[in-house]
């Protein structure tokens, strides 16, 4: 069972920036399309970025285009999210997840595996 453990949320200013990490429990996530999702209150979770286990395809969500940037280190078992120009609309809770079908964790959110979410609060 693949467990992912994300951090690097916190406070942070307009415009600023953060840099979130998903950590995983095992090597075989190499192989996983690692993707994050974020969800703030009352509302719906959102797709927000995913990156191919070969890092050839990444995908990003409309409202975070430009702004957000994903990237991988296998060799750490690790999945990155530089967020940078903030807005206070990102905040929400962060999800980390993965799946070894890119298609299933970008078009249907769905996670083989689901991280406990980390906390971004971006004030105006």
């Known amino acids: 069972q693949v467990q992912l453990v994300e951090s690097g949320g916190g406070l942070v200013q307009a415009g600023g920036s953060l840099r979130l990490s998903c950590a995983a429990s095992?090597?075989?996530?190499?192989?996983?399309?690692m993707g994050w999702f974020r969800q703030a209150p009352g509302q719906d979770r959102e797709f927000v970025a995913a990156?191919?286990?070969?890092?050839?395809?990444?995908d990003y969500g409309d409202s975070v285009k430009g702004r957000f940037t994903i990237s991988r280190d296998n060799a750490k078992n690790t999945v990155y999210l530089q967020m940078n120009n903030l807005k206070p609309e990102d905040t929400a809770v962060y999800y980390c997840?993965?799946?070894?079908?890119?298609?299933?964790?970008?078009?249907?959110?769905?996670?083989?595996?689901w991280g406990r979410g980390t906390q971004v609060t971006v004030s105006s």
């Open positions: 095992t090597r075989s996530t190499s192989y996983y399309a």
């Open positions: 990156v191919a286990w070969t890092g050839l395809r990444i």
């Open positions: 997840a993965a799946n070894t079908i890119y298609t299933r964790l970008v078009e249907k959110q769905i996670g083989t595996a």
